[in-house]
């Protein structure tokens, strides 16, 4: 708990630093607090370039903070949020501690000088290198370390966005990938108190200012319903042209890495003397988004530009994240849509406005594939009850047309283009990569559905497994009994308490023959060193099964041990 605050309080101050030094850097290179406010107008301190000023602008940044990443840490390039699962999926939680400096340099450097990113990404690759270093040096077990990762990107989001229990949320769903009453705890004090000093700081204010939202008519439910399907494939094409346009970087540039972003900046330049609203962040602008200050065309020019001004950022080697552009995405997206529903049934659509907040959090789910997150967020932006149901309408259906197009998230693709899979084995592993055929021990001896518990109970305390399969009385294969389901039932014995097997009968997670080890792991720990059974693909009948000691075997097997097996 004290680790866990420390960890809050510490990316909750480097999430102040951050921020002046964005606010710093852009009013340098820009001569204006937020250059999106005032799109296209001069910078002050070179006045006789008038709006061209912006061409040179990428280019001095690049060459900034381009040899700091390549020197110093070539982790810090991107949107981090990837590079941080990768650390608490697959290598410990350990995050170098210079990432945190770095990164927050380099980040701030690359919003100033025009780059059109979020600070979402860096200030959780901030706060988790903290978490990482500071769960090292204190020697915790792995498990905790990875915890005080997850409490460093839990402080970041609160911080940055005045978002407590986004934070929480998120550190959960995308970092830990896991719920637990320990981590929810943890994440939790960590977040309170980077809250707690984000506010001291900037007020106890929402991070964007958007007006009262209501839905007036039942109509509108269907409309949200088509916002959260098309936001879900503007998701997806958003994570398609990230990358493609990363591709087409990498494929166009021969030099060294370190002039890479200055080179890059030129083209990045050219992009925002054409569109100066995707100058840095862009929170103004969308903003005038969700108040409908925007016509419809304009809107899915600022949709377009987003994308491309985004993508060129990253792909020329600048550092950012991708959280905030996926939000303006979906403002403007929302905006656009909810001004065509007005045109359709002026009586009956609503608000422009409460269409681009939907469409805010519809995109951002249909590219992360994190919709608790993007409810819980949207719902902190707005405190507005009143939105929640078709938030979540748009959100769910967001979320499911993302699964249908497509296996990746934005975070996990770039992962998965270097040939890491979060879900398969490390690089290196001793073990993983194996199919789980290879590994499975004998089925232990099936028992009916009708035995009753005493006799469960003494062939389970003989058994070398924590857990029997069960058959029904035609022969089916029905789940599986577990000693402690077993103990817990013969302990307390109340009235109408359970007294064969099969109504205890668990179904547990599945896993087939032909997956490989590293995939199976997973339930293998959710089973709770029980072992589970082992199906075959295509009948879905248990043909083995796997335990913890199986798989050591398949590194170390023992010559002299014949495989368990349960009494007869």
């Not at 032909?514 to 293998?524: K, W």
């Not at 720990?525 to 199906?535: D, K």
Request: charged share 15%; proline share 6%; net charge neutral.
């Amino acid at each position: 708990m004290g680790l866990a605050m420390l960890v809050g309080a510490g990316t909750g101050l480097g999430s102040l630093a951050f921020r002046w030094c964005i606010e710093t850097f852009t009013r340098f290179f820009s001569g204006h607090d937020d250059y999106a406010a005032a799109p296209g107008s001069s910078n002050p301190h070179v006045s006789w370039l008038g709006p061209f000023f912006v061409l040179a602008m990428p280019v001095v940044g690049g060459l900034l903070y381009g040899p700091l990443v390549n020197r110093f840490a070539k982790e810090a390039r991107g949107h981090g949020v990837p590079e941080v699962m990768l650390a608490v999926a697959q290598r410990g939680g350990r995050i170098s501690p210079k990432v945190a400096v770095v990164k927050t340099l380099a980040s701030a450097l690359t919003i100033g000088s025009g780059g059109s990113v979020g600070r979402e990404g860096p200030i959780v690759q901030i706060g988790s290198a903290l978490g990482s270093t500071l769960g090292r040096l204190t020697r915790l077990t792995e498990d905790r370390v990875k915890l005080l990762v997850a409490c460093g990107a839990a402080g970041g989001i609160a911080a940055t966005f005045n978002a407590p229990l986004a934070g929480v949320i998120f550190a959960l769903e995308l970092i830990l990938a896991a719920f637990s009453i320990e981590a929810f705890g943890a994440t939790v004090l960590a977040s309170v108190v980077a809250s707690i000093i984000g506010r001291a700081a900037f007020g106890d204010v929402a991070f964007l200012t958007l007006p009262a939202f209501h839905v007036q008519h039942l109509i509108q439910y269907t409309f949200f319903a088509l916002l959260g399907v098309l936001a879900g494939g503007v998701g997806v094409a958003f994570t398609r042209v990230l990358y493609a346009i990363e591709d087409a970087c990498d494929w166009a540039w021969r030099g060294p890495e370190w002039l890479r972003p200055a080179a890059g900046g030129l083209a990045l330049g050219v992009v925002l003397l054409a569109l100066p609203e995707m100058y840095g962040v862009g929170y103004p602008v969308l903003e005038g988004a969700t108040e409908g200050k925007y016509a419809i065309g304009f809107l899915l020019v600022l949709l377009l530009g987003k994308m491309i001004a985004t993508s060129l950022t990253i792909g020329i080697g600048g550092s950012g994240g991708v959280f905030a552009p996926s939000l303006f995405i979906g403002a403007t997206l929302g905006a656009a849509f909810g001004a065509g529903a007005h045109a359709l049934l002026p009586g009956a659509a609503g608000a422009v406005g409460a269409y681009a907040l939907v469409g805010m959090g519809a995109v951002f789910a249909g590219a992360a594939r994190a919709p608790i997150t993007a409810v819980v967020i949207l719902f902190e932006l707005t405190s507005e009850y009143s939105i929640i149901l078709p938030l979540m309408l748009a959100i769910v259906l967001a979320t499911v047309t993302s699964r249908v197009l497509t296996r990746d998230t934005v975070y996990t693709l770039k992962l998965r283009r270097r040939g890491i899979d979060l879900e398969g084995p490390a690089a290196g592993a001793a073990i993983g990569g194996e199919a789980v055929a290879s590994v499975m021990e004998p089925l232990p001896a099936p028992v009916a559905d009708s035995l009753k518990l005493a006799e469960a109970a003494r062939l389970l305390s003989r058994s070398a497994h924590g857990a029997l399969p069960v058959r029904d009385p035609e022969g089916a294969y029905m789940g599986i009994v577990t000693a402690r389901a077993v103990t817990e039932a013969l302990a307390e014995q109340p009235d109408g308490a359970p007294s064969v097997t099969g109504d205890l009968v668990q179904t547990p997670p599945r896993v087939t023959a032909d997956q490989q080890l590293a995939h199976a792991l997973g339930p293998l720990l959710s089973a709770s060193g029980t072992g589970l059974p082992v199906l075959d693909a295509e009948k879905d009948e248990p043909v083995g099964w796997l335990s913890h000691q199986g798989a050591l075997r398949s590194l170390h097997p023992p010559q002299d041990i014949p495989p368990a097996t349960s009494p007869r």
